[in-house]
C-alpha cells in the first residue's frame, strides 16, 4: 500500500500570499495518477488537480500541480478568501488507492 | 449534468445492517468506476473500495474488506455500500464518488451507529 505524506498539516498565510503543499509517497506513484482535492466544511470535496499537473474543469488558474516519482506539490499562486480549507492528494495508480492526511489551509 | 444522488441519513444500533445508495445521472453509469470514501468526525478521508459497474467487479481496501460490501445495479445505475454488522466506529460520513482521479462526488450519506 502506498503510503502519502502531506506537509505541513497546517499553513497560516494571509490571502495574497503564496501557498505550496507538498505530498510525499511512500514509493512511486505509477503514471503520475496523483490528485489534489480541497474540502471545505461541511462540503464534499471537489477536484482540483488530477494526472498530477492538469487542472480539473472549471479551476482558476492560480492553482497549479506539479511532481512525479514520489513527489508532488500543490501550488496556490495568491490566496483568495475562498481557498482556505482542507487538502488532500490522493493516488490513483496502485490499487488501494490511498489519501494523505491532509494539509489545513488556515488565514494568518 | 453529472450527478451522484446518495441515499438519506441513517441512524442505526450497534449489530444492524444497513445499505446506503447512490445513483449516478448525466452520463454513461457503466463507463466509470463508482469508490466509496469514509470521512470519520472531524478526520481525513479514506477509500473504501471501488466496483466497475460494467461487470461488477470490486476492489476493497485491506482495511475494510470484509465488513463491507459494495455491489452496483447497472439497470438503475446505482450502487451501492452495504454493512452486516454495523459497529459504533462505523459512524461516519461516507461519500460515492467517480471514476479514476476521481471528479464527481455525492453529497454523502451521514451514517450515526449508537445504542
Known amino acids: 500500500e502506498i503510503v502519502l505524506t502531506q506537509s505541513p498539516g497546517t499553513l497560516s498565510l494571509s490571502p495574497g500570499e503564496r501557498a505550496t503543499l507538498s505530498c510525499r509517497a511512500s514509493?512511486?506513484?505509477?503514471?503520475?495518477?496523483l490528485a489534489w482535492y480541497q474540502q471545505k466544511p461541511g462540503q464534499a470535496p471537489r477536484l482540483l488537480i488530477y494526472?498530477?499537473?492538469t487542472r480539473a474543469t472549471g479551476i482558476p488558474v492560480r492553482f497549479s500541480g506539479s511532481g512525479s516519482g514520489t513527489d508532488f506539490t500543490l501550488t496556490i499562486s495568491r490566496l483568495e478568501p475562498e481557498d482556505f480549507a482542507v487538502y488532500y492528494c490522493?493516488?490513483?495508480?496502485?490499487?488501494?488507492?490511498?489519501f494523505g492526511q491532509g494539509t489545513k489551509v488556515e488565514i494568518k | 449534468e453529472v450527478q451522484l444522488v446518495q441515499s438519506g441519513a441513517e441512524v442505526k444500533k450497534p449489530g444492524e445492517s444497513l445499505r446506503i445508495s447512490c445513483k449516478g445521472s448525466?452520463?454513461?453509469?457503466?463507463?466509470?468506476?463508482i469508490s466509496w470514501v469514509r470521512q470519520m468526525p472531524g478526520k481525513g478521508l479514506e477509500w473504501m473500495g471501488r466496483?466497475?459497474?460494467?461487470?461488477?467487479?470490486?476492489n476493497y481496501s485491506p482495511s475494510f474488506q470484509g465488513h463491507v460490501t459494495i455491489s452496483a445495479d447497472k439497470s438503475i445505475s446505482t450502487a451501492y455500500l452495504q454493512w452486516n454488522t454495523l459497529k459504533a466506529s462505523d459512524t461516519a460520513m461516507y461519500y460515492c464518488?467517480?471514476?479514476?482521479?476521481?471528479?464527481?462526488w455525492g453529497q454523502g450519506t451521514l451514517v450515526t451507529v449508537s445504542s
Open positions: 466496483i466497475d459497474p460494467s461487470d461488477s467487479y470490486t
Open positions: 464518488a467517480r471514476g479514476g482521479g476521481i471528479d464527481y
Open positions: 490522493l493516488q490513483y495508480g496502485s490499487s488501494p488507492w490511498t
Open positions: 448525466g452520463y454513461s453509469f457503466t463507463n466509470y468506476y
Open positions: 494526472g498530477a499537473s
Open positions: 514509493q512511486s506513484v505509477t503514471s503520475s495518477y
